[in-house]
């Protein structure tokens, strides 16, 4: 019997919100500890090595729950895995905020890069499975929007505790705003993971997996209200048919993504997974006050040139999802790939035209003490490249001093066409958020099959996961040993690779269901 339709745009558009506070909390969970990190090193005397785990530590954990939340949703169901993942964020929010030691803020953090890991692949996967193909773009996109929303929202609460413990009121004394600012960055977090968890239980567990699990009455219950009437014969017929043929074959595990039939979309899925990091956008995300500060701005110009590659961010993430449903996934990509290898090619070229010259006057406003010797030897010579003027400040300055003052003393030596520097850098982010941020999420909800989208998913989840971490652990070291033109060259160089696969195997799937999909893709 047909169910009674309900259809509103309205509803689905609120559950996909909901889902995608799961995004907001992995941007946000992700970017604050760049607030956290000048803090926490004297007060627990971190060396180098472990305040960079400090940072990393997320990541790693964030690859393992790619790898089992997919199949874990298949098991026990999207909504649920969401569920704890909302619960693991909160945890790890109040552990962050109470560590008594280094260790146990790092497992704090950890146990958060399990929540960020289940979020970033379930949330779009599960509106992927709700959303009416004609939306369903820009409703996947809504996960990515809220992931910049996140990093955004988490550098200005660290900016406003930071205003509040400088601040006289009164209150500053009451909640030892200034003692405990770092405690208070990461605890704040608590406040929308317990309105993620909480809001979860007005959302509907998703059709699709429904069907998986032979529940076909609950699932044509959701889909009388998730689905347009037009569309609601049709779906059910499709979904009446893949239990059926689901029935009829053996369980699923990793060994089904190697079969002929999936060829062209593990070529496309594991292309834009690696494709999506490889480019460098979290070389740029987490290392942009470096960058503009080797392009000699100065600390409080580097800090807003940061505030403005996330409005860029957010601004171009909000175009492609005005767009995805209208020109296509396809055509964002190349666009927005086309523009990557275009921008890197050009901070390549800006960098590869620099020279270093420390002047007098320049030398003079630094706050670095630099003996005489030293001094007259760095005045008297021009050097071509970077790599070159680390290597003098190492010879000059000893490698501990080179070390601390090297930053300041490469923004006050670099001849560089700041302007292009900004240009390219904005740009870069602003063809990343029209294309391979929020695509690349959309593509991997639409991809692969119903009955194989967790593990799919899981799967290419963990391959950009990795890629991600090792861009963000050797961005530093690729600065130092091959310097700033090989590296973005070298961005530039896999965004043109990606771009040719794109061109050659990757089909448009706007507006067809996933059924429909599966059809062309899975032959």
């Known amino acids: 019997m047909t169910p009674q339709t309900s259809f509103s745009l309205f509803y689905v558009a609120f559950i996909s919100l909901i889902a995608a506070l799961g995004g907001f909390l992995m941007g946000f969970d992700a970017s604050v500890i760049s607030g956290v990190v000048k803090f926490i090193e004297p007060e627990f005397n971190l060396s180098k ?275 995805i449903d209208k020109v296509g996934r396809k055509a964002l990509l190349v666009f927005g790939v086309s523009g990557i290898a275009i921008c890197m090619g050009m901070m390549a070229f800006q960098f590869g035209q620099a020279t270093y010259q420390l002047e007098p006057d320049s030398l003079a406003k630094l706050s670095v003490e630099i003996n005489h010797n030293s001094q007259a030897a760095l005045l008297e010579t021009t050097y071509q490249d970077d790599l070159e003027f680390k290597a003098a400040l190492v010879t000059h300055l000893g490698s501990q001093d080179a070390l601390r003052f090297e930053s300041e003393l490469i923004a006050a030596a670099i001849q560089v066409d700041q302007k292009w520097v900004l240009a390219s850098l904005l740009g870069f982010v602003a063809c990343f958020a029209i294309s391979l941020g929020p695509v690349m999420w959309v593509l991997f909800s639409e991809l692969f099959p119903n009955q194989i989208r967790g593990i799919a998913i899981s799967f290419v989840g963990l391959i950009n996961s990795a890629v991600s971490f090792l861009v963000q652990l050797v961005f530093p070291w690729e600065l130092a040993t091959l310097g700033a033109t090989f590296t973005f060259a070298f961005y530039g160089l896999f965004a043109l690779i990606g771009l040719a696969i794109i061109i050659v195997y990757l089909p448009e799937t706007k507006g067809k269901s996933l059924e429909e999909l599966e059809e062309m893709l899975v032959r």
């Open 49 to 323: 090595l472990q305040l960079g785990w400090a940072v990393a530590s997320l990541t790693l954990t964030a690859t393992l729950s790619m790898m089992i939340s997919g199949p874990l949703s298949d098991k026990y169901g999207r909504k649920r895995v969401l569920k704890i993942a909302a619960f693991l964020f909160l945890l790890s929010a109040i552990l962050s905020a109470v560590a008594p030691s280094f260790l146990i803020l790092v497992l704090a953090r950890m146990l958060g890069g399990f929540g960020v890991g289940a979020a970033l692949i379930i949330a779009p996967m599960y509106i992927a499975e709700i959303a009416p193909a004609k939306y369903r773009g820009r409703l996947v996109s809504l996960n990515q929007l809220n992931i910049v929303i996140g990093i955004s929202a988490a550098f200005f609460t660290n900016y406003l505790i930071l205003q509040l413990g400088a601040s006289t009121l009164a209150e500053q004394d009451s909640w030892n705003i200034q003692q405990w600012n770092w405690r208070w960055m990461l605890g704040i977090e608590a406040i929308p993971a317990l309105l993620y968890l909480l809001s979860l239980n007005f959302v509907p567990e998703s059709p699709r997996w429904l069907v998986l699990k032979g529940k076909l009455d609950a699932a044509k219950k959701v889909l009388s209200k998730t689905v347009p009437d037009s569309e609601l014969q049709l779906t059910l017929k499709n979904l009446d048919a893949d239990l059926k043929k689901n029935d009829s074959k053996p369980k699923r595990s990793l060994l089904v993504l190697l079969k002929p039939n999936m060829r062209l979309v593990m070529i496309v899925g594991i292309s834009i997974a690696i494709l999506q990091q490889i480019t460098g956008i979290n070389a740029v995300f987490f290392y942009a006050p470096m960058i503009f500060e080797q392009s000699g701005f100065g600390t409080d110009a580097s800090f807003m040139q940061a505030v403005l590659v996330g409005l860029i961010n957010l601004l171009f993430t909000i175009f492609a999802i005005i767009l």
